[in-house]
Structure formats: C-alpha cells, structure tokens
C-alpha cells in the first residue's frame, strides 16, 4: 500500500484528502437527486432506508469502486473479537458465453452471509449454528483499500441477536438521541432533530525494530514483553515527550498519515510520548460510530505501515514492564444535528440550567454505573496499566476543575457563585501576546476528566476498540436523562424543580467529583471510604455485566436484550482466560528453551574460569560469588517453571464456569508467572550479554 508520488501534490491535502472514500460529496455527484435525499434522510435522521433506493447506490458504488482498481467488495464488521473482519467477493458475474460482467446489487449491499461459527459469540449459538449476517450501515461511508470496496456493516446471528461492537453501538445513540431530544424540549427547543454522540479517540503505540521484535517469541505471540529487565535508562529524565522525531519514525509517521487522510481519516496531531519508543496520533472529533471505524483503520494501518519502515507497532496496553503504558483517550460530547455542544458551558456556566442539567446527568451515570465503565475498559492487557504512570488507576471518579466545583458548591450550599474566570494568563514577557486561560487545568491522573466542553475518558486500553466504552457512556448517560425527563416533564412548575433537581444532583453524587491526585495512596483509602468500587482487575469486573440493575438498564433502553449480556459476560471471562494461557504456555517455552539453556552455558563458562583459577593457585572470589549466586539462581528458575507448569495444569478443574476459570488463572497462573519473571529478570542482569538469547530492553526501547 505504498504511497503513488505522481497521483497528487503531497503539499496539498484537500486534493486527496477521502480520495477513497464514497461520502458525501460523491454520493451528491453520483447519485439521482431523489436517491441522494433519501439516502441522507436515512444519515441524518435515522429513517428506515428506502430498498429501492439500495439498487441505486450499489450501481454507483460499484461504479465509483472499478474506477478506485477495485475487483471485490467486502462487508467489514467488528465481530467481539474486538478487531475487524472481511471476507472479499468479486464485482464478476459469469455469463453463458464463458465470459463475466461486473455487478453489484442491491441485495449484497444490504446484506451478506458470513460463516458465523469461528466468531466468539458467548453462547449465542452452538457451534453447528454457523449463519450469520452482516448489514450494511449506511451511516458510515464505504471506501476503497487494496483493491477492494469496503462497506461498513452491523454483524448478527441467524436469531438476530447482535454478534459485534457496532450494533449495540448504534442502539446507544439512538438511546441517547431518544431522551436528549426530551430534555431539549422542556427548555423550548424545537428546532434539533437528533442529537449526535462525538467521540475522538487519541491513539498511543510503541515502535521497535522489526529485526529485534522477531527474536522474541513473547512480542511475537503476546504483543507484550513476558521478560524484561529494566534499563539503566528509562524514562526518568522525560526526554522523550514531544521530543524531536527521529527520522524513521517521522517517515513513517508521514506515511501513515497520508494513508489515513485518504481514507478520511482526520489524523491532526502526532508526537512523541512518554516512554522511549512510544508515541501518539490524535484525530478530530467525529460522529461516534464514525470515529470507531477509523480508529479500528488507525490500528490496522499503524501496524502495516510500520513494516514498510522496518518497525512492528505494538498496541499493547503494557509491552514493557515499568515503563509508560498505552492508552487510548477517548473524548466523549454531545452534539445536536445543527451543531451546538451540549456540554459547552458558555460564558456563564451558574447560569445555564441546560448546561449543568446535562452535566448533572453525566455525573449521575458515571457515579449510578461505575462499574460498567470500568467493565469497559477491563482486559487481561489493560490490567497490566490501569495504575501504573500516566494511567488511571482501576477506581472511577470525574474531575470537574475548580470553576464547577465552586459552582456545585454553591448551588448545593444555596449561596452565591465567585467568578473565577481570568481573562488572559500574565506571563511576564512583554514581546508574547496574550494567552486565553482555560477555567480549568488538565488532571492527566483522573480516568473521566471534564475538558472544557468534553469528557476524557482515559481508562481505555491503547489496542480497544472503542465501541465498548461508548456504548456504556451512552447508555448510562441516556437512563440518566430518561429520569430527568420523566421527572421534568411532569413538574407543575418547570423552572423550580429544575433547580431542585440540579441540586439534588449534587448532593446526591458528589462522591463521584474528586479533582486531585488519582494516583496517590491517599485516594485509594478516601474512595474506599466514599463507597467507590475499586474493581482491579478484569475477573473482578466483569461480573457488573450481568448485575440485575445493569440487565435491566440495557434491556430498558434496547441496548442489549439479557442473552446478549450474558453472552458477553462469557466472552469477556473467556478471553481474559485464553490470553492468560498463551501468556503462560509462552513464558515456560521461553524460560525452558532459551533462558535456562542460556544460562546453563554462561554458569558452565564462569565454573570453568573458577576451576582454571584455582588450579593455578589464583584467587577467583568474584567467579566463586558469581558461580554460587547462577546456582541458585538457576535452581530457583527451574522451580518456577515447574510451578508454572503444575499451575496451568490446574487449570483444567476450572473449566466449567468461565468465572471461576478467570478467578483462577488471577489468582494463580498470573502469580505464577510473576515469580517466573522476577527470577529470570535478576539472571539477565548478571549474564553475559553475548550469552542472553534475545534482545534486551535497552536495545528494543532505544535501537531505533
């Protein structure tokens, strides 16, 4: 997929920029002018789609595509393995004449037949049940990538029960849409058709070289470092953050942009981050089932562009033990369909009731359903992050900054509200020009952190789709204002129990609000004192899934119906269970058949070197310390990798509940491989580097 130098000017980004995609502006050039409206009241107003009108545009897409190169389409859908999946057909249709015409219909727009028994369904199905259905979503535009017609679908089994991420995705924002529409009425708004759920998903990764990431088994089949000692140098002296690009990486970086930006993809910002190696690209806002299609192209394009430059990506949330980790910032808003923000307080925030009723809303939901949104970010890889630095830790909590907090105070307290608001920032050189001052400060330690007119969730795993923490915001956003709704809308007088509602709010669900340090020992103790889950790992969480109040709430809203909770439920469990166990079965492999041996030949080199001294009647104190210290060290290994071993054969008395089996590979498979880990760590810092069988950290994190 290399970049074609002489189709366009590299300078000039709008004359490529969705060069590959079927939006807007080719649909108006292709498309009957009917078709074309049809279509958009289908986009825009979430109306039925016209199937007349699907003949149309599969005629024009098919068209438009052959013109791109393209030979195949394919329905490309977000099974529950949390990663896309393609199966290409051919435009050829055979004739009687042995020869073969290009066509499209309708029909295989709106719908395909994928194999359906290979996809984790969590029960949905048995295995012999193998039909599925991909349906296309015309909210989300179709575009051209390796010579084949991608066309964005919901996935679902034979039963209709929802088999992917993007169909409860959808139901959210039609849920969130239904009871913001409510709210926007009682304050006299008559104008808004639907209110629109934005998201944008900053995405960090690492790069290593290709060269070194093959000699490690554990990159290889994990994306993680099972082993690992610390460098001398890390990222102490932070150095690293939004230092200068070093000229591999800025290629490729130039490369992936170009490549997303013809995809429609608006990538906007790119740097370096923390840790040595790791890096981030930002997009702008977009509709949100949007932004989880081109964060699920971001990662995929990530990860092949890197090759072209001899780098693997890695998007896993924790590749290094002790080093920064990746998330993926997820920037949630509410927006109406003629472009307001819903969450922007304005110049005067005490005053707009609108405003601080749906911000009363949000922070009800987060506090009401903390466990569903830590559920959301919960995975056997994201639990090697959550905590660590630049990470939230596992407890749930909003950061609202020092202007609202006042604000919340005094309308709780039923007193006057002190402006704080500064016009610019008073720097002390007279050349600067003045610089605005935001109300409030950026608490990179909170995991649900209110931005100005957003809220940053910031618990997602940097290799998540998305689509799991939007459906839980939406949806517990919108119970929120179904009750406001309710409420509102049976109230004798309007205005006053607005603002006993307001400050009920408050009151009731300040707990949630803490704007200090998430990461300090401190906060632990006074969330635990608040009465805040503190949920740490994902065998602990997942069990919110199937809580009767949150059944109920996504059965209330039409989210999800309980078969498909419960068959998440499973899936989460299992595949906390399954990751555990590859880790596992690769960390004995490594340590049996390349740490041990290796350091079997160093220890034999340094008895050697002891022996020879001592037969020559030379002192050997430092071979003598250093033979007694590998041979302990070395029996304590093998120990370790039996214990391993003897522990995952334990396993198997656990596999009738997913439950217990995830409790057990927590409890002890994972205990198991930490002290493998910390036995084989100390024996890399005292073998010979020549004799260690692969690439350290040192090399892996600053090669490039």
């Known amino acids: 997929m290399q970049m074609q130098e002489n189709h366009y000017n590299r300078a000039d980004i709008g004359s490529y920029f969705a060069c590959n995609v079927f939006d807007d502006e080719v649909m108006r050039d292709r498309l009957p002018k009917t078709a074309y409206q049809s279509l958009r009241r289908t986009i825009d107003e979430d109306m039925p789609l016209d199937p007349s009108v699907a003949e149309v545009v599969a005629n024009a897409m098919k068209d438009w595509?052959?013109?791109?190169?393209?030979?195949?389409?394919?329905?490309?859908?977000?099974?529950?393995?949390?990663?896309?999946?393609?199966?290409?057909?051919?435009?050829?249709?055979?004739?009687?004449?042995?020869?073969?015409?290009?066509?499209?219909?309708?029909?295989?727009?709106?719908?395909?037949?994928?194999?359906?028994?290979?996809?984790?369904?969590g029960g949905l199905r048995a295995t012999f049940e193998a039909r599925g259905y991909t349906a296309w979503d015309p909210n989300s535009y179709a575009f051209v990538k390796d010579g084949s017609l991608y066309i964005p679908t919901a996935f679902c089994s034979h039963s209709g029960d929802a088999l992917d991420k993007k169909t409860p995705l959808l139901r959210s924002m039609q849920a969130i849409n239904r009871q913001a529409l409510r709210i926007l009425r009682l304050f006299g708004n008559t104008q808004t058709k639907r209110v629109l759920t934005s998201v944008g998903a900053e995405q960090e990764y690492f790069l290593v070289d290709q060269a070194l990431y093959l000699k490690r088994k554990d990159l290889i089949f994990t994306g993680r470092t099972l082993f690992g000692a610390k460098p001398p140098k890390g990222q102490e002296l932070e150095d690293h953050y939004f230092g200068n690009l070093k000229e591999r990486v800025s290629e490729y970086m130039k490369e992936l942009d170009e490549e997303l930006w013809k995809l429609g993809v608006t990538a906007k910002t790119k740097h370096n981050e923390a840790a040595p190696a790791q890096h981030e690209l930002a997009p702008f806002y977009e509709r949100s089932n949007t932004a989880t299609d081109h964060n699920q192209l971001t990662m995929e394009l990530m990860q092949k562009i890197a090759r072209h430059h001899g780098l693997i990506c890695?998007?896993?949330?924790?590749?290094?033990?002790?080093?920064?980790?990746?998330?993926?910032?997820?920037?949630?808003?509410?927006?109406?369909?003629?472009?307001?923000?819903?969450?922007?307080?304005?110049?005067?925030?005490?005053?707009?009731a609108q405003f601080l009723l749906f911000l009363c809303a949000v922070i009800?939901?987060?506090?009401?359903?903390?466990?569903?949104?830590?559920?959301?970010?919960?995975?056997?890889?994201?639990?090697?992050?959550?905590?660590?630095?630049?990470?939230?830790?596992?407890?749930i909590s909003i950061f609202l900054g020092d202007e609202l907090e006042s604000i919340f105070e005094a309308i709780e307290g039923g007193t006057s509200v002190k402006n704080i608001r500064t016009s610019n920032l008073k720097i002390g050189v007279s050349s600067l020009p003045p610089l605005p001052r935001e109300t409030t400060d950026r608490n990179r330690t909170s995991p649900f952190a209110f931005t100005g007119n957003k809220f940053e969730f910031r618990m997602v795993g940097s290799q998540a789709s998305i689509a799991g923490a939007n459906i839980m915001i939406n949806t517990i956003v919108a119970d929120a204002l179904m009750q406001f709704a309710d409420r509102l809308e049976a109230a004798d007088d309007f205005k006053n129990d607005l603002q006993l509602l307001i400050r009920e709010t408050i009151q009731k669900h300040k707990r949630i609000i803490f704007n200090g340090n998430n990461y300090s020992p401190e906060w632990v103790e006074e969330a635990a004192h608040r009465g805040l889950p503190n949920l740490v790992s994902t065998p602990d969480a997942a069990p919110a899934y199937i809580a009767p109040k949150n059944v109920a709430l996504f059965k209330r809203h039409k989210v999800l119906n309980e078969t498909e909770v419960y068959a998440r439920y499973e899936i989460i469990l299992e595949n906390y269970a399954k990751v555990q166990n590859i880790e596992a079965l690769a960390m004995v492999d490594m340590a049996r058949k390349e740490i041990l041996p290796a350091c079997i030949r160093y220890s034999k080199m340094v008895c050697e070197s002891l022996t020879l001294k001592k037969s020559l009647g030379l002192k050997a104190d430092a071979e003598e310390k250093l033979a007694s210290r590998l041979s302990d060290l070395l029996s304590c290994l093998s120990s370790c990798i039996d214990d391993l071993d003897n522990t995952l054969l334990g396993a198997k008395d656990y596999q009738a509940s997913a439950q217990d089996l995830a409790n057990y590979y927590r409890s002890q498979v994972f205990v198991a491989m930490q002290s493998l880990r910390a036995v084989a760590d100390e024996l890399e810092t005292i073998v010979g580097a020549e004799y260690w069988p692969f690439p350290t950290y040192s090399e892996l994190l600053f090669h490039i």
Request: glycine residues 8%.
């Open 364 to 395: 009800k939901a987060v506090d009401e359903y903390a466990d569903l949104l830590r559920l959301s970010a919960a995975s056997a890889s994201n639990d090697h992050r959550l905590g660590a630095n630049e990470a939230p830790p596992a407890i």
């Open 314 to 352: 890695l998007l896993h949330e924790k590749p290094f033990a002790g080093v920064n980790g990746s998330g993926k910032h997820n920037n949630w808003s509410l927006i109406t369909n003629d472009g307001y923000n819903l969450l922007d307080p304005g110049s005067s925030p005490q005053e707009n």
């Open 65 to 121: 595509a052959i013109e791109k190169g393209a030979t195949h389409f394919t329905h490309w859908f977000q099974p529950m393995t949390g990663i896309t999946a393609e199966k290409h057909d051919a435009f050829i249709s055979p004739q009687h004449d042995g020869k073969v015409i290009m066509e499209f219909s309708g029909k295989e727009l709106i719908k395909g037949e994928p194999d359906a028994s290979s996809f984790p369904s």
